[in-house]
């Protein structure tokens, strides 16, 4: 039987690999399948489903043979793939990304010199890029010749002005790249161009975007470009997420440190593992389990979410003098009721009012006020393998 031809999109954690199949005909990618092996160095997993959410595989290790290393999960993967795309190799495999510097606005073909620009960028994003790179390093280990291509989450944002990139120190940090960069960039591109194909409005319309997940950011997109952000030179800035703090008075990490005597690591640790939801609620990191467990430490964890989320859009539709819709996307976005709910409530004098019922049910459009608000599924990987379309297909419109 043949099979049409494939991309592949890959995402390396720290622990876990996560693949997704596209076939890449005409149009749009149209997803095969996806899955990943997860618990990598523990005990190890590998999951994969069909377009349609079925259950194509699932395997665990006992005793020996278990993936301990981005390599061996991608021979996992690997050797199970010519099941659903036959034995021809993938036309390209795509690459998330975490960090693109201030250089990379857009995706790029992998090589030596790139990747070597890549390592350098390594000390911005020390919890993510080393794994990203060993995953792109074992595609291309496996696939010698086959197009390798990086994402970035961080290229959308190059759209923004300087001031929107900018701290307020002096001009030569800027220049030595403490700027904030923005991250969630798949995801926010992935949600511009979905509604712009849903309608030419709402593509040339002044958006906030709620990118609401174990991580969380918000997006201002004008036009179909990002404008401001929430997150800044890192991961931790703007919105409290699943573990992570959010904005900080810096003032808070020097006392830490200078008074406290807590170290560096100590620090990271408390600021990226054990604060957010997690840290407020006492309970969980996740939305749900905080919900079920209720009482006084659930409302301070849920509250104080919705009350920054809800900050943060206001200020977001200040950079763009209002707004005209507010999409809720990632796991928090596109299932938690309640979490819009209260996000919503007081943003009336910015035009914003729910329909209880339509946001009950997680309906695609929620709004009963001016603005319009929408619920839309982020497709990250979907997005990957359409920029390895474009930069894979024939360049026909050079041709004479
Ligand atoms: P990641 O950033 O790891 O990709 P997700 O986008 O999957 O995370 O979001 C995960 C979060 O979504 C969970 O921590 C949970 O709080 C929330 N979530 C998922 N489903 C629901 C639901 N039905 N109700 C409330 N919260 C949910």
Redesign the pocket.
């Known amino acids: 039987m043949s099979m049409p031809p494939s991309i592949l999109v890959l995402n390396a954690g720290s622990s876990s690999l996560k693949f997704a199949a596209y076939a890449a005909a005409d149009g749009p990618p149209a997803p095969l399948c996806a899955g990943q092996v997860e618990g990598l160095g523990a005990a190890p997993r590998f999951r994969a489903r069909g377009p349609g959410g079925e259950a194509l595989a699932e395997r665990r290790w006992e005793g020996g043979g278990a993936p301990a290393t981005h390599e061996e999960a991608l021979a996992t993967i690997i050797a199970w793939l010519p099941e659903v795309l036959g034995a021809a190799p993938p036309r390209a495999i795509g690459h998330r990304v975490v960090h693109g510097g201030a250089e990379f606005a857009a995706p790029v073909r992998l090589s030596p010199p790139v990747m070597e620009r890549l390592r350098a960028l390594i000390p911005l994003a020390p919890l993510h890029q080393p794994h990203n790179l060993a995953g792109i390093e074992a595609a291309a280990r496996h696939f010698p010749g086959v197009p390798q291509i990086a994402c970035f989450d961080t290229a959308f944002h190059r759209t923004q002005p300087e001031v929107a990139e900018r701290f307020a120190l002096p001009d030569r940090f800027f220049r030595q790249g403490i700027r904030r960069y923005g991250f969630h960039g798949l995801s926010y591109e992935s949600i511009a161009r979905r509604l712009a194909r849903e309608d030419a409005a709402l593509g040339g319309a002044r958006l906030v975007v709620a990118h ?5 950011s918000l997006c201002a997109i004008a036009g179909g470009r990002s404008v401001a952000t929430s997150m800044g030179f890192t991961a931790l800035d703007g919105v409290p997420m ?1 573990t992570r703090c959010g904005q900080l008075d810096p003032g808070v990490v020097l006392h830490l440190l200078d008074a406290m005597g807590m170290t560096t690591a100590e620090v990271t640790r408390l600021l990226y593992h054990e604060s957010g ?1 997690k840290g407020l609620s006492g309970v969980s ?7 079920a467990a209720g009482g006084e430490a659930a409302e301070r964890a849920l509250g104080h979410f919705a009350y920054r989320v809800r900050r943060e859009i206001a200020a977001l539709a200040t950079t763009m003098g209002g707004l005209d819709a507010l999409v809720f996307t ?10 819009r709910a209260r996000i919503c409530e007081g943003l009336g004098f910015l035009g914003i009012a729910l329909d209880p019922a339509a946001n009950a049910r997680n309906a695609p459009e929620i709004g009963a006020g001016p603005v319009r608000v929408l619920v839309r599924p ?1 497709d990250e990987e979907g997005m990957i393998a359409a920029h390895c379309l474009a930069l894979i297909a024939p360049a026909t419109e050079t041709l004479p």
């Open positions: 609401l997940g174990n991580g969380a699943g939801l990191q996740d939305v749900r389990e905080i919900e990632a796991g928090i976005g596109e299932n938690a009721a309640g979490a982020t």
